[in-house]
């Protein structure tokens, strides 16, 4: 009896050895983070050792710029301008409620896009469009060993192919941030005034009332989220394997995993800096 007891209560404990085992499966996807998080820094170690020793590619880091910078200015536009309108129209509307004064509409939105809208939209457009065309250029150079003939002509890709698309994008993302912030103020401005009967001297009067740390915590929001961006969709690309199907599934993962760390980070970088007073 004591033998039995004994032998059903060692079985509980011991793992299951099935390939569908879950202390297996967990193990699988730990050391597929841990592979992912160590492939990563070495990327980026790589990065900053070929920007230290061999600088700057100006020709192929300004071409970056303009795919990044240029040609995201109309989604950017939009996305800011629609943003700010709504956020006047709802603060004004909101507050006429409890107010009967449509009151504080330019520091609302001067202080959303600033701190929040303004880095966040931004990325997540920036992200959406760039992330998938990295992913899916650096994916088809891989599964067509454009990548492979690099390292036969001793020429490492990182310092070609991933070192200007970093540096275009840490400068980008925060000069596209600042045109969304000034284009959502405009919007908001348009509203207040035309449907909210807002003198703008008043709007504008609310606007320079929002102090420098509040414009510095969301442009150091930006480098971060530009930095997101640009090391996932390489890592993405550079690890895509399958066809023309594996680098669909990298693009799309490139995106999806990019979009979700800017929203998770968003809020450990306020807590962050809120924490040393910037903002």
């Known amino acids: 009896m004591y033998g039995r007891a004994r032998k059903?209560?060692?079985?509980?404990?011991?793992m299951d050895k099935s390939p569908n085992s879950p202390f297996l499966i967990l193990g699988r996807h730990a050391i597929g983070w841990a592979e992912t998080v160590g492939s990563v820094t070495v990327m980026l170690q790589k990065t900053v050792y070929w920007f230290l020793r061999a600088?700057?590619?100006v020709r192929d880091t300004l071409t970056q710029m303009h795919e990044i910078g240029v040609r995201s200015f109309p989604v950017t536009s939009l996305t800011a301008l629609f943003t700010g309108m709504v956020l006047a129209l709802q603060t004004g509307f909101s507050f006429r409620k409890?107010?009967?004064?449509?009151?504080?509409?330019g520091t609302v939105v001067g202080l959303s896009l600033l701190k929040e809208l303004g880095p966040v939209l931004t990325a997540l457009v920036v992200a959406g469009r760039i992330g998938a065309a990295i992913a899916a250029e650096l994916g088809t150079m891989n599964v067509t060993e454009q990548v492979d003939a690099l390292y036969t002509l001793g020429t490492n890709p990182v310092?070609?192919?991933?070192?200007?698309?970093v540096l275009a994008c840490l400068l980008m993302v925060p000069l596209l941030t600042i045109y969304a912030d000034f284009i959502g103020m405009l919007g908001g401005y348009i509203i207040a005034t035309a449907r909210l009967h807002i003198p703008s001297t008043i709007f504008w009067?609310?606007?320079?009332?929002?102090?420098?740390?509040e414009a510095l915590h969301g442009l150091i929001k930006s480098f971060a989220f530009g930095l997101i961006i640009v090391v996932t969709s390489?890592?993405?690309g550079l690890r895509c394997t399958g066809g023309a199907?594996?680098?669909?599934?990298?693009?799309?993962?490139?995106?999806?995993?990019?979009?979700?760390l800017i929203l998770v980070s968003d809020y450990f970088l306020s807590a962050l800096l809120v924490s040393f007073g910037v903002g």
Do not use: Q, W
């Open 8 to 14: 059903n209560l060692s079985n509980c404990f011991m």
């Open 55 to 57: 600088g700057m590619d």
């Open 98 to 105: 409890v107010f009967n004064e449509p009151l504080y509409v």
């Open 159 to 165: 310092r070609h192919l991933v070192l200007p698309r």
């Open 205 to 213: 009067n609310e606007i320079r009332a929002i102090g420098l740390e």
């Open 234 to 236: 390489c890592y993405k």
């Open 245 to 260: 199907e594996g680098v669909g599934r990298a693009t799309t993962s490139a995106v999806v995993v990019s979009m979700v």
